[in-house]
């Protein structure tokens, strides 16, 4: 019997356990900011896994990190992301939920609540931010400020959510 060897972040191989401690997914959780409010876990010194919630009619600063690149995975509801190398000259994309975006180091972005017109759709975007580099808390340039939102109408859009708050 040969048996294949596989990466250790290949998940198809995890049965019952997930690769990594439970703890490793415990967070703090930040209800600070008026566009939204998110968790975040530290993976590794270089990597943090955030899940984020964008209040309905709410968006992110417009802002750049120098050492830092994103992966963004919208679960929830749509989001329109702002994407560029200058401020001033922002592509705007809707991403909807089952869909990704990255932001590349020293790229300017923000993120918008956008309710397509499509009944179903969540009143809130919620979305999974995994950050690479160097996480220095004074790695970011803000450009304008955020824009506030109101929490959603109907319902805690954390709860059963993968990070979980530390006790």
């Given at each position: ?26 967070g703090?959780?930040?209800?600070s ?15 943090l ?14 802002h ?15 989001v ?17 939920a089952?869909h990704?975006?990255r ?30 580099g ?27 959510g ?6």
């Amino acid at each position: 019997m040969t048996t294949e060897a596989r990466h250790p972040t290949d998940l198809s191989v995890w049965h019952s356990e997930p690769p990594f401690p439970d703890e490793l997914l415990t967070g703090t959780h930040d209800r600070s900011h008026v566009w939204g409010e998110f968790t975040e876990a530290m993976l590794d010194p270089s990597v943090l896994l955030r899940e984020i919630v964008v209040y309905p009619g709410a968006r992110t600063s417009i802002h750049c990190h120098m050492h830092q690149s994103e992966l963004n995975i919208v679960a929830e509801g749509a989001v329109e992301i702002l994407l560029g190398t200058h401020p001033a000259k922002l592509r705007t994309r809707l991403v909807m939920a089952g869909h990704a975006y990255r932001v590349p180091a020293g790229t300017y972005h923000a993120v918008r609540f956008a309710r397509p017109a499509h009944p179903a759709t969540r009143p809130w975007a919620r979305l999974f931010e995994l950050v690479t580099g160097f996480a220095a808390p004074d790695d970011i340039e803000r450009h304008e400020p955020a824009v506030p939102g109101g929490p959603p109408p109907d319902g805690n859009p954390f709860l059963g959510g993968l990070v979980r708050v530390r006790p």
